[in-house]
């Protein structure tokens, strides 16, 4: 069993930075990726990014791509995504997943066995 808990969202400006922190805790992260899934009101969750935590190979969706940096902590157990140059579609709520997807399932839910509770970032005009 995995518990994760994700942390350091918060209500920002446009164009403002915030990182947010997942502890991914219970059991050895090697072999695992733990990802970043957003959803906004009214809207599906999506995926953000994700990184191997063995590897530290890091993946992102388009929209993620330039502004958003995954990176890990192994001595914390923790995953960390900054995010820069927040935009107000970016508000959300954010969650951690952790789980063995192969690469072209990285977006897939299914194959997160993990998740936190969500932490929201919302980014005013």
């Known amino acids: 069993q995995v518990q994760v808990v994700e942390t350091g969202g918060g209500l920002v400006q446009t164009g403002a930075s915030l990182t947010l922190s997942c502890s991914a805790t219970?059991?050895?992260?090697?072999?695992?990726?733990l990802a970043w899934f957003r959803q906004a009101p009214g809207k599906d969750r999506e995926f953000v990014g994700a990184i191997s935590w063995s590897e530290r190979r890091t993946y992102y969706a388009d929209s993620a791509k330039g502004r958003f940096t995954i990176a890990r902590d192994n001595a914390k157990d923790t995953m960390y995504l900054q995010m820069t140059g927040l935009k107000p579609e970016d508000t959300a709520v954010y969650y951690c997943a952790v789980g063995r997807p192969i690469l072209s399932a990285l977006r897939d839910e299914q194959f997160y066995y993990y998740w936190g509770q969500g932490t929201q970032v919302s980014v005013s005009t």
């Open positions: 219970g059991r050895t992260l090697s072999g695992y990726k």
